[in-house]
């Protein structure tokens, strides 16, 4: 099993700036991938960021390219995804995942355990 916690969300302007983490324990040494996904009201779960584990292939939602970033620090077990640029349409609860499986794409079902999520609300 393995347990993951958000944090870092919040409320900012348009063209704000949140970093959010997620800390992974348990039996972290199976997970092969981290991803982003997010939830506004009314609409399906939809993949943000996802990054293997060493962090060499790392893939963006086109709607978040050039805005976002997700990163890794192994030696902490935390995932972190940087969003820069802020728009009110990227308002929606954040969910934290990890996936077992060589290789996850951004359908949730290939992700096997999530966090609790964190609520990011981008408004003027």
């Known amino acids: 099993q393995v347990q993951l916690v958000e944090s870092g969300g919040g409320s900012v302007q348009p063209g704000g700036s949140l970093n959010l983490s997620c800390v992974a324990s348990g039996s972290t040494e199976f997970t092969r991938w981290m991803g982003w996904f997010r939830q506004a009201p009314g609409k399906e779960r939809e993949g943000v960021a996802r990054q293997v584990n060493r962090g060499t292939i790392t893939m963006y939602a086109d709607s978040v390219k050039g805005r976002f970033t997700i990163s890794q620090d192994n030696s902490k077990n935390t995932v972190y995804l940087q969003m820069n640029s802020l728009k009110p349409e990227d308002t929606a609860m954040y969910y934290c995942?990890?996936?077992?499986?060589?290789?996850?794409?951004?359908?949730?079902?290939?992700?096997?355990?999530w966090g609790q999520g964190t609520q990011v609300t981008v408004s003027s």
């Open positions: 995942a990890a996936c077992v499986r060589q290789y996850c794409t951004f359908d949730a079902a290939n992700f096997d355990y």
